[in-house]
C-alpha cells in the first residue's frame, strides 16, 4: 500500500509541475493535494509544518499567476476582451507545448482586441504583447515556486 500512495504521489507531483507551464493544469495547487494525501495515508513522512509552508506557496502561485498575467496584458492596454482572448488563446495553444500556449496568448489577445473593443492593429498588438509577456513572466514565477515546493516536499521526506 505504502508503495501505491508514493507512486500516486510522484504522478501527482509530476502532474503538478506540468501544469506550471500547461494552462488546463492547476500547477502547484495540485502539488499540494498531492502532499495532503500523502500526508493523510502515510503521516510520518511530512511534518505539518512542511505542508502549512506548500500550502502557502501554492496561494503565493496562484497570486503570482494572477498577478503577472493581469499586470502584464494591463500594463500594455489590453482590455477585458484582451485578457480573456489571452486565456482562450493560452488553453488552445496547449497543443503546440510550450511556444503553443505563448503564441496563443498573444494571438487570442489580438484578436479579442480586436473584435470587442475594436483597437487599432498596433493597439491591439501591444496588448497581445502584453498578454505574452505577462503569461511567460508568470510561467518562470510558477516554475521557480513549485521547485521549491517540491524541494521542501522532498526535504522532509526524506532529510528531515
Known sequence: METIIWILTAILFLAGFAGTVIPALPGPPLMLIAAVLHKIFLPT??????????????????????????GGAKAMGASYWGVAGAGIGAVVGVVGGIPGVLAGAVIGAIVLELVGPRKT???AAK????????????SIGRVLIASGMLALFLIDCFII
Open 45 to 70: 513522512f511530512l511534518s505539518w509544518w512542511t505542508l502549512a509552508a506548500l500550502g502557502l506557496a501554492a496561494a503565493l502561485a496562484v497570486l503570482v499567476d494572477l498577478a503577472c498575467s493581469l
Open 121 to 123: 492593429l498596433a493597439q
Open 127 to 138: 496588448a497581445g504583447l502584453g498578454a505574452g509577456l505577462g503569461l511567460l513572466a508568470s
